[in-house]
């Protein structure tokens, strides 16, 4: 299989000053200090996209991906390093580039169509296919600074893949459309893939790297962390935003581990075998409860909401929480049907009788979805004091959709008849659900299915 992208240890600098007064000084040569620090936007980063190949890259905010995109296709120079790239490119980067705001839709069709390199009688062929994808109406017709952000991405995306690229390069630009036409721009991505299109793509959609990538690569602080089959390359991103992360020996000794087991029971490794293999490795000799997460705040590797809703009258509080996987991880990442842990702390500062704790998950919308609390579940908790402390754990399958959910979490209670909130945190915190297969609504129920014939 030859090679559709060629990254080779590419390095991005950028200059920072304090004062622009400091910028121009060092430019006309006026000092002989360096009056700016440098910044490593990427260091030293190197992969390969093999053609037909689909690829994901991943990492935290700020880590370089975009950066890394911009520099294969040529709208920045890398400081050092090469990339060579074979076929021809569609890339859909950041909203609005490559558009002039003040021309039509139609105008900017055929504006880049001329700088893909197609003629006028090629972008009027491909014109109806644009436009039927993009289902944006006589908006077409119209300056594109009157479009909503949701018809600019529209037509944008439409331009991108109805050009018939060798090698297409999104990053991001699918959040913005709305459900029914992200589903639309899988399904021709798919389609496209299938039809052996080189696919790389930057995303924060776990489920859509899990479903639909051959490779991932791990970016983290400009630095390639790692690259290989999506499940693996996921498993140690949770790591990594869980502030567990100590380097590659740990996922080179996983691997190790996990293919030697593979050949001895003739069988290959699949990407879930690849997680539990890597997610329950540890050093020899150490009970598992020893290699969790349980040194210092839990809450330090959560996704915390920095506008949370905070409320009740004092006489409790949660002080700490989190979300552990299967292996006592704390992450804000969960497989669907994975067994996970929702832990609270809590401590008294007066005397309560019979104090609840609880647990809801909530949509974007601020639905309930599903939720629980000690007393539903029948494991009351006796009167407490002040100074005393309280850890509650819930633990349960995770048979949610994959997507995005809200966690509020409370300790409330009952006095003289009358319901009490002692401590709520409202939509603390954010969890990712990550799926390869989603079913109807937010649930799934996970049936067995079977089909047979009957023959008359």
């Keep these: 299989m030859s090679k559709a992208i060629e990254v080779r240890d590419v390095t991005k600098i950028y200059r920072l000053y304090e004062k622009n007064t400091d910028r121009l000084k060092e430019s006309l040569g006026l000092t002989k200090k360096n009056l700016h ?78 700088m893909m390199g197609f003629t006028k009688a090629e972008m009027d062929r491909k014109l109806e296919d644009i436009l039927k994808f993009a289902d944006i109406g006589d908006f077409v017709y119209q300056p594109v600074r009157s479009y909503s952000s949701g018809m600019f991405v ?23 459309g709305d459900i029914f036409f992200q589903a639309k721009c899988y399904q021709h991505m798919d389609k496209l893939r299938k039809n052996g299109t080189t696919i790389l793509m930057v ?10 990538c051959d490779k991932a690569v791990l970016l983290n602080d400009g630095e390639k ?20 992360y100590d380097g590659t020996e740990a996922m080179q000794e996983s691997r190790e581990e996990l293919t030697d087991s593979a050949e001895d ?9 690849v997680s539990e293999t890597y997610a329950g490795s540890r050093p020899e000799g150490r009970d598992s ?30 002080y700490d929480f989190g979300i552990l996987d299967k292996d006592g991880r704390v992450t804000s990442l969960i497989l669907k049907g994975e067994r996970f842990t929702i832990r609270e ?43 005393d402390e309280y850890e509650v754990e819930f633990t349960q399958n995770m048979d949610l959709q994959g997507g995005e959910y809200l966690i509020s979490m409370s300790c409330t209670g009952f006095e003289q008849g009358e319901h009490v909130v002692y401590h709520r945190l409202y939509n603390l915190l954010n969890l990712t659900v990550i799926s390869n297969k989603n079913t109807v609504g937010v649930y799934d129920m996970n049936s067995d299915v ?5 023959n008359e």
């Design 154 to 176: 529209r037509l944008a995306f439409a331009l991108a893949i109805n050009v018939d690229p060798e090698i297409l390069i999104v990053d991001e630009a699918l959040s913005v």
């Design 203 to 212: 995303t924060h959609d776990m489920s859509s790297v899990l479903k639909y």
């Design 225 to 244: 962390v790692s690259e290989g089959k999506p499940g693996e390359i996921i498993d140690l991103y949770k790591r990594i935003l869980a502030g567990q």
């Design 289 to 318: 409860a020893e290699c969790k997460n349980t040194s210092g705040p839990m809450k330090t590797g959560m996704t915390i909401n920095p506008n949370v809703n905070e409320y009740g009258n004092g006489k409790a509080e949660i």
């Design 450 to 454: 079977r089909i047979r014939k009957n």
């Design 265 to 273: 029971s003739g069988r290959k490794p699949s990407a879930e075998a």
């Design 37 to 114: 620090r440098d910044f490593y936007a990427l260091r030293g980063v190197s992969f390969d996209v093999e053609r037909g190949q689909s690829v994901g890259i991943i990492g935290t905010n700020g880590s370089g991906k975009s950066t890394v995109l911009k520099i294969i296709t040529g709208v920045l120079t890398p400081s050092s390093g090469t990339v060579s790239v074979n076929g021809t490119v569609s890339a859909l980067l950041e909203l609005g580039a490559g558009f002039n705001m003040e021309y039509t839709g139609i105008e900017n069709i055929y504006m880049n169509g001329t």
């Design 345 to 387: 702390r809590i401590r008294f500062k007066a005397h309560i009788e019979a104090p609840i704790f609880t647990y809801t998950f909530r949509d974007k919308k601020g639905n309930d979805l599903t939720g629980t609390n000690t007393l539903f579940e029948g494991t009351p908790v006796e009167s407490v004091g002040p100074g």
